[in-house]
């Protein structure tokens, strides 16, 4: 789908603060507060738009640790992946879990409040995986980007 430079500032705005009022976004892009609000319905039912969430502190939280964990299965077939990434989902302590290509299968990225409680994740979650052959965990000494939003203008 292509976006027009009034989709484009509607998103570049709503990354700024998804709370914004519709009536101050329209102002700020230039369209009525109606015609905003069917632009932004429109980018939300074609899929530009998936969601709002607010974006919370994980020192706030306590979690002062965030591993990446490479997975690798022990076989690789469609039920195998749809059994590993139903216990994902269903893991409170993953945030990220992605399908990779290359040496590894999976690559995910747990938040933990201390090695201590890492522990306890790698223990009762993250070794109970199904199909799990290897895991391999590397510790975040800290955070040099971690980027929620993405500059619009860039992508082409």
Same mark, same amino acid.
């Given at each position: 789908?292509?976006?027009?430079?009034? /989709?484009? +500032?509607?998103?570049? #705005?709503?990354?700024?603060? $998804?709370?914004?009022?519709?009536? @101050? *976004? #329209?102002?700020?892009?230039?369209?009525?507060?109606s015609?905003? !609000?069917?632009?932004?319905?429109?980018?939300?039912?074609n899929?530009?738009?998936?969601?709002?969430? #607010?974006?919370?502190? =994980?020192?706030?939280?306590?979690?002062?640790?965030?591993?990446?964990v490479?997975?690798?299965? @022990?076989?690789?077939?469609?039920?195998?992946?749809?059994?590993?990434?139903? $216990?994902?989902? @269903?893991? &409170?302590?993953?945030?990220?879990?992605?399908?990779? !290509?290359g040496?590894? /299968?999976?690559?995910?990225?747990? =938040? $933990?409040? @201390?090695? %201590?409680?890492?522990?306890?994740?790698?223990?009762?979650?993250?070794?109970? *995986? &199904?199909?799990?052959?290897?895991?391999?965990?590397?510790? +975040?000494?800290?955070?040099?980007? =971690?980027? $929620? =939003?993405?500059?619009?203008? #860039?992508? %082409?």
């Amino acid at each position: 789908m292509k976006l027009d430079k009034i /989709d484009t +500032a509607i998103l570049i #705005a709503l990354q700024e603060n $998804a709370r914004t009022s519709n009536v @101050d *976004l #329209a102002n700020r892009v230039g369209l009525s507060p109606s015609a905003c !609000s069917r632009r932004i319905e429109h980018l939300e039912k074609n899929g530009t738009i998936e969601g709002y969430q #607010a974006l919370i502190s =994980n020192k706030a939280l306590g979690q002062t640790i965030t591993s990446i964990v490479h997975i690798t299965l @022990d076989r690789q077939s469609g039920a195998d992946y749809e059994a590993f990434e139903k $216990a994902v989902s @269903d893991c &409170p302590y993953i945030v990220a879990c992605f399908l990779m !290509s290359g040496e590894h /299968d999976y690559v995910i990225r747990v =938040n $933990a409040n @201390d090695m %201590e409680h890492f522990e306890y994740i790698h223990k009762h979650w993250l070794s109970t *995986l &199904p199909g799990i052959l290897r895991i391999n965990s590397s510790f +975040a000494m800290r955070t040099v980007v =971690n980027r $929620a =939003n993405i500059d619009i203008t #860039a992508v %082409e």
